[in-house]
């Protein structure tokens, strides 16, 4: 087709978006509330799922062991080493975790979040220092600093390197500033190498450069042969305990957030048609308006793809402005989403925006929008009857008559798809939050409630096991607080992080075998705990001092929930029954019940 | 005329039958008629006769449901549907009761039109549309819109517009239907004159006084020519 039949089309919908912009205004807003959650949807999806900003960072992968039973295991020093040792599959594999640490500086103290990495990190992310070099010294006395905290706290001072500045006791030399925005691996400040057996890797992760060409199949089995050779009993996982690898931003999301997730997307898509078929119908009642001036076209000789052109070219100034429209509004929610969830985005380079990739999106999915809408009525515009319609006496070439049934339609989806953006906008921000996973209940007021995370990083500690008695001196410093009405100390990092990392464990009565299930979540505490959070016993006694300390013979006691005795007691007498729990490796520990207690957590 | 030329018109048993709910309708049967290039011929008869069926049906808009039609030699039973839009847009020119001109485009664009749809380049469309519009002597309203000429200058757009794109026969329906009689005269006028440099044109019309101009008259009475007088 001529450009010039473009250009005649063009400013024919042009006149008429002059000559009645209400309706067009009214479809492109219709259509902008689906396109636009559309573009949030992907924009949002896109900066959560963004691979680690490194070169080939694709290629850069978590090693988790996943126990089929208990969902996500720890990872040991025994299996970082047997793969560092012996794996073909990756170019470079590193371990890293993080703590925070109290910096002194002659400026003063502060908290900064410190990431604990084997020196080969720096070399496998392939990120150069901006000024000096990487630490490498294992023994910890050289650290990288951050872009961010060289520009504030040495007010990007080129004479930092070289300065020592205090890690709570130690004291470190600056041998490297990063550069700027590089936080690896969550939102780190400082850079701090240890050897690859330290303790302080604990609780961290393996990283892997997977080698060019290597699948990520064929590297996860490697994984796992070496970590079953390497492991003969290890406490807690069972043999059938796989390694895997997965990139960063690839959570393995339970449930609720599939659920969710596949919610949004219908809703969202449920949107799109339904403004899609709204403005479908406004362009039919528009071409009815102009049955005449349809059939005038043809009886001048345009052809049929000539006369559809007209009704798509309409179609596509609606579906364009929609969305420009939609990316505002969602620009608009992804600014509302980042500045709501900021602190639920766990990585650094994790960006809700409206970038390029997500203006294509929104231009794109209007295009594919825009024929979907234009083409019923260009096709019912083809097929007006021209000889018929010019036979008319009809004297009216223009005036467009107005269905009311179609306005009202249209005002109820806007009405709707309103109601619907609030909704996925709240789900989105349910998504990122996870309340779920802290369920505080409706009686428990946490206002006055105080929570602190304790972690043994003094290898001493850990080494001679005199963690119970370093925590019962702090719970004692703390009750002896003025105000502080009572403490408790639970194991497990309940507070900050998911239900699912709770250690899961099987349950069984009297001499009854273990099921098969994934077992029920348990939580350490000590007495204090019930009181503290004020938990309202439904039967049974809380926890006393009788209950600590493992005399050798006497159980140990347990609260459960009554969810739990309605799921595996029902109709019994439940205080005081005895059941085992399966400590892994065929290892049981016998417990009584105390007490039952509402759900809680 | 000559022994042996095709006439540009030619129509044999042809008939129209429309079908709606429980009814036939029978608005066209055994029709016979040859025009030739150059003729201007007239169609007479009273209200639902089948005027302006004919007139569909020689102008391509509709589809005779029987008999033969062929335009300049070139039957035109069963061509497609943009072929049809083709052989409108380059054989004939329409010219409506109502003027029907396009509201939103001006008049220059009203008339370069059917040479958009021809996909004519704009420098030769530009000549073309200047000396349709100098024919019919609006040239100074080229960039008004419809709604703000006369009737009798609307129907002179339109009969520009009908002869811009140098059709084979100008098709005429009631042109002087919604005038008065001083701009209905003008328009017969234009429409002799342009007759007098050759054009070919059919043209429906009820007033006697018009019909004088035409070289023939072809009476209709339900969907039958019962009457040819030539004048
Ligand atoms: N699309 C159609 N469907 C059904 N019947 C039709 C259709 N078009 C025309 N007719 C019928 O065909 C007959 C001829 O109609 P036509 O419009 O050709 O009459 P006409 O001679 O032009 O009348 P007028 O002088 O009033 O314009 C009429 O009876 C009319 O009702
Ligand atoms: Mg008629």
Request: net charge negative; with cysteine.
């Given at each position: 087709m001529a450009p010039f039949q473009f250009a005649l089309s063009w400013r024919l919908a042009l006149r008429h978006f002059i000559k009645s912009p209400a309706s067009y205004l009214y479809g492109a807003v219709a259509l902008a509330l689906g396109l636009g959650s559309a573009t949030l949807l992907f924009s949002l999806v896109q900066g959560l799922t963004?691979?680690?900003?490194?070169?080939?960072?694709?290629?850069v992968l978590r090693v988790v062991v996943v126990d089929?039973?208990?969902g996500h295991a720890h990872v040991t020093i025994d299996d970082f080493h047997a793969w560092r040792m012996h794996?073909?599959?990756?170019e470079s594999i590193a371990a890293v975790a993080v703590s925070e640490r109290r910096v002194g500086t002659r400026r003063g103290d502060f908290p900064a979040r410190v990431a604990h990495t084997t020196a080969d990190m720096f070399p496998l992310l392939g990120v150069e220092p901006?000024?000096?070099?990487?630490?490498?010294?294992?023994?910890?006395?050289t650290i990288a600093i951050g872009e961010d905290l060289w520009a504030t706290t040495f007010e990007g001072?080129?004479?930092?390197?070289?300065r020592a500045v205090r890690l709570d006791n130690e004291v470190a030399i600056v041998v490297g500033v990063m550069p700027s925005?590089?936080?690896?691996?969550?939102?780190?400040d400082i850079w701090q190498v240890v050897a690859a057996?330290?303790?302080?890797?604990?609780n961290g992760e393996v990283v892997s450069r997977l080698k060019h060409g290597v699948s990520r199949m064929a590297a996860s089995q490697e994984f796992t042969e070496l970590m079953q050779a390497a492991r003969t009993d290890r406490e807690?996982?069972?043999?059938t305990a796989t390694a895997r690898l997965i990139g960063f931003t690839e959570e393995r999301g339970d449930r609720a957030e599939h659920a969710i997730g596949i919610a949004l997307l219908l809703v969202v898509l449920g949107l799109v048609l339904l403004s899609c078929s709204n403005v479908s119908a406004l362009l039919l009642e528009r071409n009815l308006a102009r049955t005449r001036t349809l059939a005038l076209h043809q009886a001048l000789g345009a052809r049929p793809a000539q006369i559809a052109l007209q009704t798509l070219v309409e179609a596509l100034l609606i579906g364009g402005l929609g969305g420009i429209l939609g990316a505002a509004v969602a620009h608009v929610g992804l600014l509302f989403l980042t500045t709501t969830l900021a602190d639920n985005?766990?990585?650094?380079?994790?960006r809700l925006e409206l970038d390029v990739a997500s203006v294509a999106f929104a231009g794109a999915l209007s295009l594919v929008v825009a024929v979907l809408c234009g083409a019923l009525p260009a096709w019912r515009a083809v097929r007006t009857d021209a000889g018929r319609t010019l036979a008319?006496?009809?004297?009216?070439?223009?005036?467009s008559r107005r269905t009311p049934v179609s306005w009202v339609l249209v005002n109820a989806q806007m009405a709707f798809a309103v109601a619907v953006v609030v909704a996925a906008v709240g789900l989105a921000t349910i998504l990122v939050q996870k309340p779920w996973e802290i369920d505080l209940t409706a009686?428990?007021?946490?206002?006055r409630v105080v929570a602190a995370q304790i972690a043994f990083e003094d290898d001493a500690i850990v080494a001679n096991g005199s963690r119970v008695e370093v925590l019962e001196r702090m719970l004692e410093r703390v009750r002896a607080?003025?105000?502080?009405?009572s403490a408790t100390v639970s194991m497990g990092d309940w507070l900050a992080s998911r239900a699912r990392s709770f250690g899961l464990r099987r349950v069984a009565f009297g001499d009854e075998p273990f099921g098969d299930d994934r077992g029920v979540p348990i939580l350490y505490i000590t007495p204090g705990f019930i009181d503290t959070f004020a938990i309202n016993l439904v039967e049974g006694r809380p926890f006393d001092a009788r209950d600590t300390g493992s005399d050798a013979g006497s159980a140990d006691v347990a609260i459960v929930t009554e969810e739990f005795v309605r799921a595996r007691?029902?109709?019994?007498?439940?205080?005081g029954r005895r059941f085992r729990l399966d400590?892994?490796?065929?290892r049981e520990r016998a417990f009584r019940k105390a007490a039952s207690c509402r759900t809680w957590p | 005329m000559a022994e042996g030329v095709q006439p540009l018109i030619q129509l044999s048993d042809l008939g129209k039958v429309f079908y709606t709910e429980e009814l036939e309708t029978?608005?066209?049967?055994g029709v016979h008629l040859d025009i030739d290039r150059g003729e201007f011929v007239s169609i007479a008869g009273p209200s639902g006769c089948g005027k302006s069926t004919l007139l569909s049906i020689i102008g391509l808009l509709d589809t005779a449901t029987a008999g033969e039609y062929q335009l300049d030699g070139e039957p035109?039973?069963?061509?497609?549907v943009g072929d049809r839009a083709r052989i409108r847009n380059e054989a004939i020119g329409f010219i409506f009761q109502a003027f029907?001109?396009?509201?939103?485009?001006?008049v220059y664009e009203n008339v370069e039109l059917p040479l958009v749809y021809r996909d004519m380049r704009g420098s030769e469309r530009k000549t073309r549309v200047q000396a349709a519009l100098e024919r019919v002597g609006m040239v100074h309203r080229?960039?008004?819109?419809?709604?703000?000429?006369?009737g009798g200058q609307q129907q002179r757009v339109a009969v520009a517009r009908a002869i811009v794109g140098e059709p084979l026969i100008l098709l005429a329906d009631?042109?002087?239907?919604?005038?008065?009689s001083t701009n209905g005269k003008a328009v017969m006028d234009l429409l002799g004159e342009l007759h007098d440099d050759g054009a070919t044109v059919c043209m429906v019309t009820h007033?006697?006084?018009?019909?004088?101009?035409?070289e023939r008259t072809v009476h209709l009475f339900d969907g039958r020519i019962v009457d040819e007088e030539s004048g």
């Amino acid at each position: 087709m001529a450009p010039f039949q473009f250009a005649l089309s063009w400013r024919l919908a042009l006149r008429h978006f002059i000559k009645s912009p209400a309706s067009y205004l009214y479809g492109a807003v219709a259509l902008a509330l689906g396109l636009g959650s559309a573009t949030l949807l992907f924009s949002l999806v896109q900066g959560l799922t963004a691979p680690l900003p490194v070169p080939n960072g694709e290629h850069v992968l978590r090693v988790v062991v996943v126990d089929p039973i208990r969902g996500h295991a720890h990872v040991t020093i025994d299996d970082f080493h047997a793969w560092r040792m012996h794996a073909g599959s990756f170019e470079s594999i590193a371990a890293v975790a993080v703590s925070e640490r109290r910096v002194g500086t002659r400026r003063g103290d502060f908290p900064a979040r410190v990431a604990h990495t084997t020196a080969d990190m720096f070399p496998l992310l392939g990120v150069e220092p901006m000024l000096g070099r990487w630490p490498a010294e294992a023994d910890g006395t050289t650290i990288a600093i951050g872009e961010d905290l060289w520009a504030t706290t040495f007010e990007g001072d080129p004479a930092v390197l070289g300065r020592a500045v205090r890690l709570d006791n130690e004291v470190a030399i600056v041998v490297g500033v990063m550069p700027s925005g590089f936080r690896f691996p969550r939102k780190q400040d400082i850079w701090q190498v240890v050897a690859a057996d330290s303790p302080r890797l604990a609780n961290g992760e393996v990283v892997s450069r997977l080698k060019h060409g290597v699948s990520r199949m064929a590297a996860s089995q490697e994984f796992t042969e070496l970590m079953q050779a390497a492991r003969t009993d290890r406490e807690g996982v069972p043999a059938t305990a796989t390694a895997r690898l997965i990139g960063f931003t690839e959570e393995r999301g339970d449930r609720a957030e599939h659920a969710i997730g596949i919610a949004l997307l219908l809703v969202v898509l449920g949107l799109v048609l339904l403004s899609c078929s709204n403005v479908s119908a406004l362009l039919l009642e528009r071409n009815l308006a102009r049955t005449r001036t349809l059939a005038l076209h043809q009886a001048l000789g345009a052809r049929p793809a000539q006369i559809a052109l007209q009704t798509l070219v309409e179609a596509l100034l609606i579906g364009g402005l929609g969305g420009i429209l939609g990316a505002a509004v969602a620009h608009v929610g992804l600014l509302f989403l980042t500045t709501t969830l900021a602190d639920n985005l766990t990585y650094f380079w994790t960006r809700l925006e409206l970038d390029v990739a997500s203006v294509a999106f929104a231009g794109a999915l209007s295009l594919v929008v825009a024929v979907l809408c234009g083409a019923l009525p260009a096709w019912r515009a083809v097929r007006t009857d021209a000889g018929r319609t010019l036979a008319e006496q009809a004297q009216a070439i223009h005036g467009s008559r107005r269905t009311p049934v179609s306005w009202v339609l249209v005002n109820a989806q806007m009405a709707f798809a309103v109601a619907v953006v609030v909704a996925a906008v709240g789900l989105a921000t349910i998504l990122v939050q996870k309340p779920w996973e802290i369920d505080l209940t409706a009686e428990f007021s946490g206002e006055r409630v105080v929570a602190a995370q304790i972690a043994f990083e003094d290898d001493a500690i850990v080494a001679n096991g005199s963690r119970v008695e370093v925590l019962e001196r702090m719970l004692e410093r703390v009750r002896a607080f003025p105000g502080v009405q009572s403490a408790t100390v639970s194991m497990g990092d309940w507070l900050a992080s998911r239900a699912r990392s709770f250690g899961l464990r099987r349950v069984a009565f009297g001499d009854e075998p273990f099921g098969d299930d994934r077992g029920v979540p348990i939580l350490y505490i000590t007495p204090g705990f019930i009181d503290t959070f004020a938990i309202n016993l439904v039967e049974g006694r809380p926890f006393d001092a009788r209950d600590t300390g493992s005399d050798a013979g006497s159980a140990d006691v347990a609260i459960v929930t009554e969810e739990f005795v309605r799921a595996r007691l029902p109709d019994q007498a439940s205080v005081g029954r005895r059941f085992r729990l399966d400590q892994g490796g065929g290892r049981e520990r016998a417990f009584r019940k105390a007490a039952s207690c509402r759900t809680w957590p | 005329m000559a022994e042996g030329v095709q006439p540009l018109i030619q129509l044999s048993d042809l008939g129209k039958v429309f079908y709606t709910e429980e009814l036939e309708t029978h608005a066209l049967s055994g029709v016979h008629l040859d025009i030739d290039r150059g003729e201007f011929v007239s169609i007479a008869g009273p209200s639902g006769c089948g005027k302006s069926t004919l007139l569909s049906i020689i102008g391509l808009l509709d589809t005779a449901t029987a008999g033969e039609y062929q335009l300049d030699g070139e039957p035109v039973q069963g061509l497609s549907v943009g072929d049809r839009a083709r052989i409108r847009n380059e054989a004939i020119g329409f010219i409506f009761q109502a003027f029907n001109l396009i509201g939103d485009l001006t008049v220059y664009e009203n008339v370069e039109l059917p040479l958009v749809y021809r996909d004519m380049r704009g420098s030769e469309r530009k000549t073309r549309v200047q000396a349709a519009l100098e024919r019919v002597g609006m040239v100074h309203r080229e960039k008004h819109f419809p709604a703000q000429l006369s009737g009798g200058q609307q129907q002179r757009v339109a009969v520009a517009r009908a002869i811009v794109g140098e059709p084979l026969i100008l098709l005429a329906d009631e042109p002087t239907g919604n005038l008065d009689s001083t701009n209905g005269k003008a328009v017969m006028d234009l429409l002799g004159e342009l007759h007098d440099d050759g054009a070919t044109v059919c043209m429906v019309t009820h007033d006697p006084r018009y019909a004088d101009l035409a070289e023939r008259t072809v009476h209709l009475f339900d969907g039958r020519i019962v009457d040819e007088e030539s004048g």
